[in-house]
Each structure stands twice: as structure tokens, then as C-alpha cells.
């Protein structure tokens, strides 16, 4: 990866991110009715959170990761050793999709954004990769998983990690309702080995602000 001065680095960033709010192309193609993209994040952020795509709750709030799933996630890193409030303040929150895909016409939970969608936001996500280099990189739930790791039963990569590019790549299950994944004691034995990984890392790279 290209390693980019900090000022430098912010300003590419926040470039970016201009770029992305101003996207189109998903209601240009017809895929959504409205695109309302969401960014969240800062160039210092050393974690970074791959998600499926914004809900409707994140978009009201004009902040990712803002429903039940965003709390979740925040008492997981919680439990990992980070302080409240670690997931909005000082982590990089990103997504296969930056906008709301809408509900699943089924009625159970939102719909999985279709391959083209996911092709049309591919290009943000490669960008913020490049220019952020996070440390620790979390993939949560199966799409944004099999984004990095192809077709792959969860049982298989929950409680594993893959170093590419100086990033740590750490799959977690999605913290929604809507999932019944972690119902299984197993399932939660995995979740807490991906949890014990990501409270050594805290210690080991300095994750925490304000930690030596």
C-alpha cells in the first residue's frame, strides 16, 4: 500500500468521502428509489467495520451503525476491552453499499444488496482501504465476509483472522436480531475467540486512544 503524509492523507480522505456522498449511480440504474449515501470515520481511525449496507435507522440518523446492530457491535468491543462509545468515536465505518437498500420484500429485515450494487460501491471501499490502512479491519456478517474470503460457512472463519496488506482481517456475525447464528452455544464460543483476537490486538497495535 502507498503510504500517504497525515495531512495529506486526511485531506484524500475527506475528498473521498465528498465523493461518495455525491453518488448517484445505484438511483441512476434503478436499483433504489433515493440514494442518501453515509460516511463515517477519520483518517487517525485504526479500526475500520466492513457492513452489509446502511438501514433505514442509520440514514435518519445520518450516522452508520445507528440501529440495534450498531449497539450490539459497540457491547462486543466492549467485551474486547475498548471504552463506550469506541464504534462512533474512533472507528472507520464502512459498508459493501453506502445506501439503505430498502426492506426485504419478504418482510424480514433489509434486503441484501444485489452483486451489481455491491460492484457500483466496490471502488469507494478499495479507496478507503488504500488510503486509511487500518489496522484491524472487522468484517461483519456474511456478505461483507464473503466480500474478502469468497463462499464460506461461518462456522469456518468466525474466531480465525488473515493478515493482508498489513491489515488483520477478523470476521464477525452479524449483530442482528434477524440472525439466529449465534443461538448456538458453539456459535457463541466462536464469537468470543474472534472477541479474545481483537482484545490482544487492542493491547498489542495501541487501539485505545490515549493507550501507551
Known amino acids: 500500500m502507498t503510504t500517504i503524509p497525515g495531512r495529506d492523507q486526511e485531506a484524500a480522505i475527506t475528498s473521498l468521502q465528498q465523493r461518495i456522498l455525491s453518488c448517484r449511480l445505484c438511483e441512476q440504474h434503478g436499483y433504489i428509489p433515493i440514494a442518501q449515501p453515509l460516511v463515517w470515520g477519520r483518517a487517525t481511525d485504526r479500526v475500520m467495520v466492513i457492513g452489509q449496507a446502511p438501514g433505514h435507522r442509520s440514514v435518519a440518523k445520518g450516522r452508520s451503525f445507528s440501529g440495534p446492530g450498531g449497539s450490539i457491535l459497540q457491547k462486543w468491543l466492549e467485551q474486547a476491552g475498548f471504552p463506550p462509545r469506541y ?17 426485504n420484500p419478504k418482510g424480514n ?3 441484501r444488496p444485489s452483486p451489481q450494487e455491491v460492484a457500483l460501491c466496490r471502488p469507494f471501499l478499495e479507496a478507503e482501504l488504500e ?15 464473503e466480500a474478502f474470503f ?37 456459535h457463541q464460543k466462536l464469537l468470543q475467540q ?19
Open 87 to 103: 464504534l462512533h468515536e474512533h472507528t472507520y465505518l464502512s459498508s459493501l453499499t453506502r445506501c439503505d437498500p430498502g426492506r
Open 194 to 212: 474472534a472477541l479474545g483476537l481483537l482484545s490482544l490486538w487492542r493491547v498489542m497495535f495501541a487501539l485505545q486512544p490515549g493507550q501507551p
Open 109 to 111: 429485515g433489509d434486503r
Open 131 to 145: 488510503l486509511l490502512r487500518p489496522k484491524v479491519v472487522l468484517l461483519v456478517g456474511t456478505m461483507a465476509i
Open 150 to 186: 469468497g463462499k464460506v460457512r461461518l462456522e469456518e472463519v468466525i474466531g480465525t483472522y488473515e493478515e493482508r496488506n498489513g491489515m488483520l482481517l477478523l470476521p464477525l456475525p452479524h449483530p442482528s436480531g434477524v440472525s439466529r447464528w449465534l443461538n448456538d452455544p458453539a
